[in-house]
């Protein structure tokens, strides 16, 4: 599968669990435990979207977007959080924010990928 289909996800191992059965039919899912290893991923090459929880171990998602950003990463950041505000969030570089409710599906998050992969990166960024 190509990197322009490849989700770098990062959170629980249940959250993780979760999106790679979920979404194995659309994307190729990259699994991570540690913002570190996401970051050191994204050095290779430009995954189509990263998929986040709020919380990701070690540092928020805010700061973990902010990063992504200031390396140079220009694809789609979707994040689950109880904060739904879209452009509350676009400061820190998350292009979707999603509610983190059990009623979420998994394929919402599909459909909300689907769509922010189709648009150039550049867009996906703002």
Not at 20 to 47: H, K, Y
Not at 74 to 95: E, N, Q, W
Request: proline fraction near 6%; glycine fraction near 8%.
């Amino acid at each position: 599968m190509s990197k322009s289909k490849q989700v770098l996800a990062i959170g629980t191992n249940g959250f993780l669990s979760t999106m790679c059965l979920a979404l194995r039919d659309a994307f190729q899912i990259v699994p991570f435990g540690s913002p570190q290893g996401l970051l050191n991923w994204t050095e290779r090459g430009m995954p189509g979207a990263v998929l986040m929880l709020d919380q990701t171990p070690g540092l928020s998602g805010r700061e973990l977007a902010e990063e992504l950003r200031r390396r140079g990463y220009t694809g789609a950041i979707v994040m689950l959080s109880d904060k739904t505000d879209d452009d509350a969030m676009r400061p820190y570089g998350i292009t979707k924010v999603l509610p983190q409710k059990l009623e979420i599906r998994p394929n919402d998050i599909k459909d909300v990928l689907c769509d922010l992969m189709a648009q150039p990166a550049t867009a996906a960024a703002r």
